[in-house]
């Protein structure tokens, strides 16, 4: 169960409906009243300690194995979760700037109505001693300890001293302003720190569904226009739990957090979400065209790092490739042995895309990088005896390189050792390959083909029709 998630437990009892009543012990007094929006009792803030490190500098302390400081750091930072809608529990985000944070940190807090005390966008100061640093699911946490089968891990501060290592700064509460960024853009730097999403949605499969499943922790599914998705990750004990999510698309703010190798958004409360445009579904954004087709495939005799297929766009409009492939069928086989999905690039007009699986190796040859990069055995990596379709979003042949079934070998469309030229005179891609649109180059020279065997990169001209 992820600390940061509300689980429903409470981790001290109250007895006989006393409430002790103290300075930064006050948290006790939530739990004798029912109404969480009540006015926040007033604390003294602190205004004689200063950092002498930053969250950055703490988090590079960790070295794979719990670690207790002993040292009088102190370190500061501003609020930017909150428990106000039950969604959080237990732990506290906080991030080392109001504006571009460059890093933030989860601390385990067994604090009830935390947000009382610690206001989104407010500076706290952290004596860091005594305290421990440990790794969670890929998040590095600031808390107490706990053993679990003999494994000591970081554990929420128990409440009693909540207010011995974290003070509310002096300083007025700032406005928080997320960072926006893409979900192609995340790294662990971004853990623990406010984020926002632009053009998002709900995945079509999770509409009309509520936030959460009572009681438990649900991951629900956000996704964006390029089909990348985001995991949601939301409380079965917050308010908002039984609420539909929103249907449209837009923004979305929250806290990142990550689950082993997974990144997920926690929202403070639906307000976060403002989803109020069209869905992408909605749009039309998958397009086909006859101006695409093959240009170029290339099995170098002296180098085959060097392989590569080359598109081009006839058109003088650009297209987007999204649900666009590339399939081989290697040798003689009728089934395809490997696709290459074209998804999230765009080709320009009068322009080419060069397609190649080993990129490194592509900029060292040919001294410029390829437009895509993909994996050996894929349909750019070719040995001149494979046949190849370029396939538009709706299932369709648009260009093909080869026959179906027919190896390659000693056909007119074998290019091993050479390479395969699409005349300069087509403008248009044909689903049915016709050798009289090919120059082809290769070592035997059968079937009406070129037996001359070329070298990269003096044989070769991708990027260029």
């Given at each position: 169960?992820e600390?940061?998630?509300n689980?429903?437990t409470m981790?001290?009892r ?8 103290a300075?930064?012990g006050?948290y006790l007094?939530m ?10 009792p007033?604390?003294n ?5 200063s950092a ?9 302390l ?10 009088d750091?102190?370190?500061e930072g ?14 506290l ?10 890093q ?6 067994d604090?009830?109505?935390s ?6 966008g407010?500076?706290?100061?952290v004596?860091?001693?005594?305290l ?7 998040a590095i946490?600031?808390g107490?300890?706990?053993?679990a089968?003999?494994?000591l ?7 009693a001293?909540?207010?011995?290592h974290?003070?509310?700064?002096c ?6 302003q997320?960072?926006n ?6 790294d662990d730097s ?8 632009s053009?998002?949605e709900?995945s079509?499969?999770?509409?009309r569904?509520?936030?959460a499943?009572?009681e438990?922790?649900t991951?629900?599914t956000?996704t ?8 949601l ?11 539909l999510?929103p249907?449209?698309n ?21 307000s976060?979400i ?5 869905r ?5 954004d998958?397009?086909?065209?006859s ?11 002296n180098?085959?790092?060097a ?6 766009n ?6 987007s490739l999204?649900?666009?492939?590339l399939?081989r ?5 009728t089934?395809v042995?490997?696709?290459i999905?074209?998804?999230?690039f ?7 895309f060069?397609i190649?699986?080993n ?10 990088p390829?437009?895509?990069?993909v ?7 070719s040995?001149g005896?494979?046949n ?11 260009d093909?390189f080869g026959?179906?079934?027919e190896?390659?070998?000693g056909?007119?469309h074998?290019f091993?050792?050479?390479?395969a030229?699409?005349?300069?005179n087509?403008t248009e891609?044909?689903p049915?390959?016709?050798f009289?649109?090919?120059?082809i180059?290769n070592d035997?020279?059968q079937g009406?083909?070129l037996?001359?065997?070329q070298?990269a ?9």
């Open positions: 169960m600390p940061g998630i689980n429903g981790n001290f109250i007895k006989k409906k006393k409430c002790v009543v300075l930064l006050i007094v739990s004798c009243v029912k109404d969480k929006n009540f006015e926040a007033k604390t803030c602190s205004s004689d300690l002498n490190m930053t969250i950055g500098e703490l988090k590079g960790y070295v794979d194995e719990l670690l207790q400081i002993q040292e750091w102190i370190i501003y609020v930017i979760s909150s428990d106000l809608a039950g969604n959080f529990f237990g732990t985000h906080i991030q080392d700037n109001l504006t571009n944070p460059t933030g940190l989860q601390m385990e807090i604090l009830r109505d947000h009382l005390f610690y206001e989104m407010s500076k706290i100061l004596k860091t001693k005594g421990y640093l440990g790794m969670s699911k890929g946490k600031l107490s300890v706990f053993s089968f003999g494994n891990s970081v554990g929420r501060l128990p409440a001293v909540v207010g011995e974290l003070f509310s700064s300083d007025s509460t700032g406005s928080l997320p960072k960024v893409g979900i192609n853009q995340l971004m853990i623990s720190t406010l984020v926002q999403f053009n998002m709900i079509v499969d999770e509409l569904q509520t936030f499943v009572k438990e922790e991951i629900r956000l964006n226009c390029e089909d990348l998705e985001l995991e990750l939301n409380s079965g004990y917050s308010d908002f739990q039984a609420s999510m249907e449209g837009g923004t979305i703010t929250g806290v990142l957090i990550k689950d082993n190798k997974d990144y997920q958004l926690v929202i403070r409360d639906p976060d403002v989803f109020t445009a069209i992408c579904e909605d749009l039309v998958e397009f086909t065209s101006k695409i087709f093959i240009s170029e495939l290339a099995d170098p005799d180098n085959a790092g392989r590569f297929v080359e598109l081009y006839s058109d003088s409009q650009w297209l999204k649900g666009w492939t399939r069928y290697t040798n003689d086989n089934e042995s490997s696709i999905d074209l998804s999230g765009v080709i320009e007009g009068n322009s080419t060069v190649s699986p990129a490194s190796e592509f900029e060292l040859v040919y001294g410029f390829p437009s895509q990069s994996s050996t055995n894929s349909p750019a990596d040995n005896d494979d190849l379709e370029l396939v538009d979003p709706f299932g369709t042949v648009i093909s026959v179906v079934g190896d390659g070998s056909t007119n074998e091993e050792d050479g390479r030229l699409r005349s300069i087509v891609a044909n049915k390959y016709a009289n649109e090919w120059i180059y035997s020279g009406g083909t037996n001359q065997p070298n990169p003096e044989d070769f001209n991708p990027g260029i029709r």
